[in-house]
């Protein structure tokens, strides 16, 4: 099957499911490449976490930082107020935590809470600078984690979510605007799926990344225990599949490098919208991970 009649096959099997979506798939040796849409600007929720590690790993490298330094870590006083899924954001007590591990929270468990401790020592300005000195380009860090639990305000709870789920889909203008911020592409944290598979090949390739800070970002991201998007597709015996999601409302997402046995590596990024009001789609998930899938399994085969 040629590119544009699979490009064109795999955009209908997405409209069929309820979506809208940015792929682009590149073996990491060569450059070469085949993509869907891969220069659309989205908001990407959680995956903002890879470039917020690259930055504090270097400032640790600088020596800025103290990587085993603790910090405290306080729980909400409201019990009413929005927290993340998974957490120290969920902890009851006081807790004290090394820098490094926040690291390791942030990343492989998406820890919405671990990564906002890391923005108050390195800001969201000091993070898009890291990016640039790198000559990485097309991902904007705007803000921290809390903004996108700022959405709820408080635990919003079934028909709340539902709400937020419909607000999410039906607001959004034409040139990506949005009443809420955080989806709002001129004031939330941004990028393509082309730049997200630079920032993947700066750190599986030599690049201006220092080789330290790019070898702990892909073991953090080997570690990433929420798979249920684009592992399922990618993880087997005979390959390593390392990643991050980034999940929020609507939006559906997974950027990831599959590295086979016969040292073929691919990076593999899928930016997605879903019409869908539900917060539960694994039907969605899965229809993500297979078009993911024929477009590796493509360009690997040319």
């Keep these: 099957m040629r590119d544009r009649e699979l490009i064109a096959d795999l955009r209908g099997r997405l409209t069929e499911a309820g979506?809208?979506?940015s792929f682009l798939v590149r073996n990491l040796d060569t450059g070469q490449e085949i993509a869907l849409d891969p220069d659309v600007v989205y908001p990407i929720a959680s995956l903002v976490k890879v470039p917020l590690a690259i930055a504090v790993l270097d400032q640790i490298r600088l020596g800025r930082l103290d990587g085993a330094r603790q910090l405290a870590i306080t729980p909400d006083?409201?019990?009413?107020?929005?927290?993340?899924?998974?957490?120290i954001g969920r902890f009851t007590h006081p807790a004290r935590i090394a820098i490094d591990d926040l690291v390791y929270l942030a990343v492989s468990i998406s820890d919405s809470a671990a990564a906002d401790a890391l923005f108050a020592l390195v800001p969201p300005t000091e993070v898009d600078r890291v990016l640039t000195d790198a000559g990485i380009k097309g991902i904007a860090v705007r803000h921290q984690m809390r903004d996108l639990l700022n959405?709820?305000?408080t635990e919003p709870g079934p028909e709340g979510l539902h709400l937020a789920h419909a607000l999410a889909i039906g607001a959004r203008t034409p040139g990506g605007g949005h009443p809420v911020?955080?989806?709002?592409?001129?004031?939330?944290?941004?990028?393509?799926?082309?730049?997200?598979?630079d920032l993947l090949q700066a750190l599986w390739t030599p690049s201006a990344l220092h080789p330290r800070v790019a070898a702990r970002v892909r073991a953090l991201m080997?570690?990433?225990?929420?798979?249920?998007?684009?592992?399922?597709d990618f993880i087997s015996d005979a390959t390593g599949w390392a990643s991050k999601s980034g999940t929020l409302l609507n939006l559906r997402h997974d950027a990831g490098v599959v590295e086979h046995e016969d040292g073929e590596t691919y990076a593999v990024v899928a930016l997605t919208e879903s019409a869908v009001p539900a917060d539960a789609q694994p039907a969605v998930d899965a229809v993500i991970g297979r078009v993911a899938r024929a477009l590796h399994d493509h360009l690997r085969g040319l």
């Design 19 to 21: 979506l809208s979506g």
């Design 181 to 197: 911020a955080s989806l709002d592409v001129s004031r939330a944290n941004t990028g393509t799926a082309r730049a997200l598979a």
């Design 77 to 87: 006083p409201d019990p009413g107020s929005a927290a993340p899924p998974v957490g």
């Design 222 to 232: 080997r570690d990433g225990v929420l798979q249920r998007r684009l592992g399922p």
């Design 151 to 153: 959405v709820f305000g």
